[in-house]
């Protein structure tokens, strides 16, 4: 009898159990695994996916990219060269398999805000263009499923993709023969071209204080630094309708601050780097300075014909 009744409770318990389970599935918590560094080591860690606000799905659903372009000083072997900057943010179907813009519907596609990144400016005679990308989840629960880079010059041009699989996947090519053709894999940390969409998306959940990260990929190429996990501080500050998120490579002695409105949708009104220009004797800590000139919201991609050329005089370039 005792051995019956110690049946029927185990019984209940495992009934227990799996309601429990099942309750859990059905509350619409939709969770995402993530390896992040843990201790030195890959640890699974389950992350709720953010619900989005009507506020984001109206802003950001809506056909159409945000573009905004700014005024630019940026140093460069030791000198300051104007130029100009443009910020490209849209959602998009992303591709979980192939990691690409997704060509059509599929269940497992995931929803990211991708940003276009591009820099361009004159070094005497030749011209400087940059051009980073980054695709981040929208429900803001993984670290960045890709970032690309690429810089052209009349020296030469380089390139890098960062895929996000059980680790961060790279591959990175230069025309110096100390980069070349690189091959290699990094433990999950944050990644300094995932932040600045995390600010577009929720700004109180950047990373702050002492953590790890991987620097932009325009830095690491163009100062030619190894590119890995670095040690960084980082503080968010608001003042008003503008708020700062600072971040300090004390290693590399190099800060990057970005200012952006306090409130939805968190525009990026401009940014300051600070960093080491120039090589040798002629090294010198210089400051890069972007401000905002004007935004826009508009199907680009729509508008590419000749008499489109004058929309760009909108956004002051």
């Known amino acids: 009898m005792k051995k019956w009744i110690k049946f029927e409770l185990a019984i209940v318990l495992f009934a227990i159990v799996v309601t429990t389970m099942d309750s859990c599935k059905e509350s619409g918590v939709e969770e995402n695994k993530d390896i992040a560094l843990n201790e030195g080591t890959k640890t699974t860690i389950e992350k709720p996916k953010k619900k989005l606000s009507q506020e984001f799905k109206e802003y950001w659903y809506s056909g159409q990219a945000e573009i905004t372009s700014y005024a630019l000083q940026q140093p460069r072997y030791g000198q300051m060269r104007d130029g100009h900057a443009v910020l490209v943010f849209v959602t998009e179907p992303f591709s979980a398999d192939k990691q690409v813009k997704a060509d059509a519907h599929k269940s497992d596609n995931i929803p990211v805000l991708k940003l276009n990144s ?37 020296c030469g041009q380089v390139y890098a993709q960062l895929n996000n699989r059980d680790q961060f996947e790279v591959m990175s090519h230069s025309y110096f023969e100390s980069e070349a053709d690189q091959n290699l894999t990094l433990d999950k940390v944050t990644l300094e071209n995932e932040l600045w969409n995390k600010i577009r998306i929720d700004p109180k959940d950047l990373p702050i204080g002492d953590f790890k990260i991987v620097p932009s990929m325009e830095y690491i190429r163009l100062s030619h630094k190894e590119l890995k996990s670095y040690n960084a501080n980082a503080s968010l500050t608001e003042n008003g309708e503008e708020s700062e998120y600072l971040i300090v490579y004390p290693e590399l002695q190099r800060t990057l601050k970005i200012k952006f409105s306090t409130a939805f949708p968190y525009t990026i009104e401009g940014w300051t780097e600070t960093f080491i220009s120039g090589y040798g004797e002629g090294a010198k800590t210089m400051t890069s300075k972007a401000k905002r000139i004007k935004s826009i919201k508009s199907p680009y991609w729509q508008k590419n014909g000749n008499e489109h050329v004058s929309l760009r005089d909108s956004l002051g370039l």
């Open 118 to 154: 591009t820099k361009k400016y004159l070094t005497g005679v030749y011209p400087y263009s940059i051009m980073s990308s980054s695709f981040y989840p929208v429900h803001d629960n993984a670290h960045a499923l890709k970032i690309t880079f690429s810089a052209q010059e009349w």
